[in-house]
């Protein structure tokens, strides 16, 4: 079963930025005149609590209305983004940041689809979240596997969040990866993490349709042509790349990294003794770049 339709474009976008609306630097039009002059299609802006209409600053870009939520539950802090929410239809008190956080990180997670928009959540790695947490959390399109500002110089290392990934994919909870900037100083975090959105058109409902059916990937650069997987295999096409690394919960398989400078067919063949719940694969680049294929189960015969 092949992920990517032939002939339906990609689209480029940045779905976690914050402005001088909350706590960045640069103002939504500055935001967006920087991503649509490296070649962005999309953005979606996420400011702490706060929403507006970008929709006067879509030219050449699609500036998409986006809030970031946050919850604290013991142990642990919970961000949400919400991703392309109508800015005219908020849900009642979702931007009344005392009313949310006195509620369920399920409520808020409802808030955003209720607003006509769809929830991921947001550096797992940086906020110490659990198995056991995102377990209890239901209608996620997606989870940040990778948050720029969530490393150095900014923040301690905490960018990646494939640990989490794999824990939850070994429970069967296969949640789709996407990788984000963060933006918030605009000193180099910016423009390090992005996803591929395959959809007919870059409007607001064409991708958010595409994104609620999983049509995407994360990358920092390389291009994922294809994911292919059957019973047997798991088939990655991609652009130029030097290594690929596939995860699973089988604790040792000696075929999971492969090395191929220039390679653009990465292949990983199912063992059923292994018994694996999940695969996924990260693709690395001759510069050190990563993408992110999402987590799938095998196929039955
Ligand atoms: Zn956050
Ligand atoms: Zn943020």
Redesign the pocket.
Known sequence: MIQFAANVPFWKGSL?LHTTCSDGVLTPEEVAELYRRVGYDFINITD?WKTSDYSSLSDGILVLSGV?L?NKPPYE?V?L?GVGIDPYNVAPDMLDRKFMRSQSVQDNIDALLKSGGLAAL??PA??LNTAETVSGMNGLFALEIF?SVSGLPWNAMRQDSSYLVDVLGARGRRLPLIAVD?AHFYKGEECKGFVMVQSESCTRESLLDAMRGGKFYASQGPIIAQVDIDPECLIVMTSPASRAVFYTDAAYNSERVVQQDGGTRWVYARKPALDEQFVRCEIHDAQGRRAWTNPAAWLEE
């Open positions: 976690h702490h970031e946050d802090h961000h983004i947001a550096h940086w906020s948050n963060d």
